[in-house]
């Protein structure tokens, strides 16, 4: 994946009771070729953020006040 321009981001509420995805076009991209990728062949994709040493998955900032942002997302596929 690239460092085109994005935003995609899973995030915890205060509460910890509610998951939050955030995106805009480019984000959304990403996220169906990772699910495209599912679809196929693969048993899990990680998606990362920068600073725990993923490719430019996941963005850096927290999009919601008081939420927590989650550094490392990973689908698995059964």
Known sequence: ???DSFLLSFEI?????????????????KL?????????KAQHEHLMTPSWGGGYE???EPQSE????????????W
């Open 66 to 77: 008081g939420s927590q942002l989650l550094h490392k997302v990973t689908i698995h596929k």
């Open 1 to 3: 994946m690239t460092t």
């Open 58 to 60: 996941l963005s850096e």
């Open 32 to 40: 169906l070729s990772l699910l495209s990728l599912l679809k196929g």
């Open 13 to 29: 509420s205060k509460d910890g009771n509610e998951l939050d995805i955030h995106c805009d076009d480019n984000g959304l991209e």
